[in-house]
């Protein structure tokens, strides 16, 4: 089953798309897991993904903790700590 | 009752006009005694910024913020409550996002309204990027820690009662 990735504001820039399709490979269970395989694909994502701790992350359209499964996610999207209001 | 008002919540491009939300939850109604409204606006920081682009994810948005607004009205007895947060390009004295809170009484509306202003802050999917006055555009804004420590007061607050 492949999750769709969503990326915003500076992660977007960085990964240099807004958004793709992906195949999670065998291992990928938690949220931690998916930015630690995410760095690795291509120095982009290690650009964009340097400081894992900061990225916040969103499961189905709610927020998650890192150590949240993703078991079941359509869609998961990383952006940085939001600026509205 | 709490939890009787469904918030109005719109996501938008577009201006949006103070007065007109303000009468939209106010009119035909007697039992309103307090309307609280909080209007953000883009500042041009002593003219560095031209504008304010919002990115903002579409679908998510509208979620958090209804479900930040579904717990004002579970948290306080409201009789009413409108959220408007603008995305695009907003220019200098232009409106960026709008609060309208309404109770019977005033410190209901007032506390509301807070709790919705630092709740959007921090948890509320949009990300400001600046745009410089001599026409380069700028960086990302960055969040403040202060935003976050707004949000996680009213959670002290709320095992405070328990």
């Given amino acids: 089953m492949s999750t769709r990735l969503i990326y915003f504001a500076w992660v977007r820039e960085r990964i240099g798309k807004p958004q793709e399709d992906v195949e999670l490979p065998d291992g990928v269970e938690t949220v931690a897991d998916l930015l630690r395989w995410l760095k690795s694909r291509g120095e982009e994502y290690e650009h964009a993904l340097r400081y894992p701790d900061v990225i916040r992350v969103a499961i189905n359209q709610e927020h998650v903790e890192h150590r949240e499964k993703i078991s079941g996610a359509r869609e998961i999207a990383l952006f940085p700590p939001m600026t509205g209001g | ?162």
């Avoid at chain 2, 009119?27 to 304010?52: H, Q, Y």
């Avoid at chain 2, 921090?122 to 600046?130: D, H, L, T, Y």
């Fill in chain 2, 1 to 162: 009752m709490p939890g009787a008002v469904v918030p109005t919540v719109r996501i938008q491009a577009e201006d949006f006009d103070v007065a007109a939300e303000i009468a939209r939850l106010t009119k035909g109604r007697a039992d309103i005694g307090a309307v609280v409204t909080f209007s953000g606006l883009c500042r041009d920081e002593a003219g560095r910024l031209s504008a304010l682009e919002l990115e903002h994810y579409p679908g998510m948005a509208e979620a958090e913020i209804a479900r930040i607004a579904g717990e004002a009205t579970e948290r306080w007895p409201l009789q009413g409550l409108t959220v408007i947060h603008r995305h695009g390009k907003v220019r200098p004295g232009e409106n960026i996002v709008l609060v309208v809170a309404a109770s019977a009484h005033r410190q209901a509306a007032f506390e509301a309204a807070n709790f919705l202003m630092d709740y959007l802050k921090s948890r509320a999917p949009f990300w400001k990027k600046e745009h410089h006055g001599d026409g380069s555009e700028g960086g990302w804004v960055d969040a403040k820690e202060s935003d976050d420590k707004a949000a996680s007061r009213w959670r002290q607050a709320a095992s405070k009662r328990k």
